[in-house]
């Protein structure tokens, strides 16, 4: 076997360990990284940007169906060209991955492996013929679709995201199961497209939605627009041919069969720990197989390894990633010495239409009797009203002891510039006066916000 030396070991080359890697380089150790599957990232290859890509045009054909109130009428057919329309979403996604693939281009040959990773010990680690002895590893190891078992019968009937991104064509039907972020992103952009779309979740959940009149107004404003069962009564899941058969209640209590071409599993993600024998290595594990570890420092018990990005199952999104692969790579760096790192405003956002955001702390964490809810309807906001994005809600919640803007939760439109705005605020701990003290021009859709922040300032008033 070849035998390497680091003082860092790195596993997963994906946002969370590429930061993670070039932080402990940044800090004079010596370090490797090792990427058992396809250079690009999740994000890149599979994730954020081919997603963004398709609802782009989802979007762009579902304005142009909606431009008659305007009175600009489009005479003739809407042809959506699903080869073209996946055509440029594989294009402009390879473009992106492309970037990350030259960064790592640009890595020393000796500061890369390729193969999956092994724990044998706390600092061994094997990779095919390799081992690497590291005094301090980072795992990376990112996410993968948790797909439920039942749906493996299946069989190749059954896709998760990564599949979407490497059809050639559009499909003419699919069931999306999991009305989460990705179900709600892909299904919703599916439909505008033309496909044949039909969404099933459990429980009621819509999006990352806790507050429980923004996603019953997320529900209802979903269900004009496309078949969307939050609390699915599905009765049956097989294959026939080369079709996937449900048979289910549907939303008028009758038990129908209907086939699909796929059944798009949406079902949320697990993190990559199960396969990285970390039970060769002295760390505590929870019931998912993750191991306990700090969130402040990354660090798993008082050992030298640390978890970083979606591995840890704590934050999996992009920015949160990036900030705790970097944070991993220099406590890494500096174990045994660690240091907390500084947590941005939490802030989450799903890209349907309207959009979904949720900033600070989320409404099912508040106490009721503790907050004041200020709330803006955007149906007769100005200038929602003006562009015909006039469907929406936001509830901002805001401490009644100190004023102090505690969170947000929202559906509605320009919702991923409004997270920003209040994410700001959250984190430059503002209250609700001094929120209402900034500039707000008019006319513009954050005048809401405006309405909503007022509404909260007179509820804390009394
Ligand atoms: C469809 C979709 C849309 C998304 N959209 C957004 C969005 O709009 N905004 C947002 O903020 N987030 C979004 N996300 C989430 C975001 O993509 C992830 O949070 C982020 O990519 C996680 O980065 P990571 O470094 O933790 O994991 P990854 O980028 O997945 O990297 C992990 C790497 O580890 C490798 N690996 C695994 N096991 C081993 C092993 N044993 N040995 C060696 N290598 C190994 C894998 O091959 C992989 O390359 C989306 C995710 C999906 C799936
Ligand atoms: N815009 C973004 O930032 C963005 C986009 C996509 C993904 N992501 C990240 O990826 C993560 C994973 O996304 P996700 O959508 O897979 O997970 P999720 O946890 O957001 O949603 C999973 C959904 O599936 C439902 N579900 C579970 N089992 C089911 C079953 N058997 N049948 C039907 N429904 C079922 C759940 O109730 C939930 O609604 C997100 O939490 C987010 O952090 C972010």
Redesign the pocket.
Known sequence: MKQLHVDIAVIGAGTAGLAAYRAAKAAGKTAVVIEGGAYGTTCARV??MP?KLLIAAADAAHELRHTAPFGVHVDGEIRIDGREVMDRVRRERDRFVGFVVRGVDGIPAEDKLEGYARFVDNTLLEVDDTRVHASRVVIATGSS?AI?SPFKALGDRLIVNDDVFSWEALPESVAV???????L?LGQALSRLGVRVKV????G?VG?LSDPAIRDYARIAFQQEFYLAPD?DVKEMRRDGNKAVLRFVDLNGEEVTESFDYVLA????SPNVQNLGLENTSLTRDARGVPLFDPDTLQCGKSPIFIAGDANNVL??LHEAADEGKAAGENAARYPKVLPLNRRAPI????SDPQIMMVGQRFADLNANEIAVGEVSFEDQGRSRVMLKNRGLLHVYADKATGRFLGAEMIGPRAEHIAHLLAWSYQSQLSIDAMLAMPFYHPVVEEGLRTALRDAAAKLAV
């Not at 199961?177 to 179900?183: E, H, K, L, N, S």
């Not at 099933?200 to 429980?203: I, L």
């Open positions: 994730g954020c997603s679709p439920p199961f999991g009305p989460g972020v990705i179900g992103e099933f979740g459990v429980r959940g990352p699915a949406a079902t949320g993600r999996p999104l989450a956002v799903v890209f």
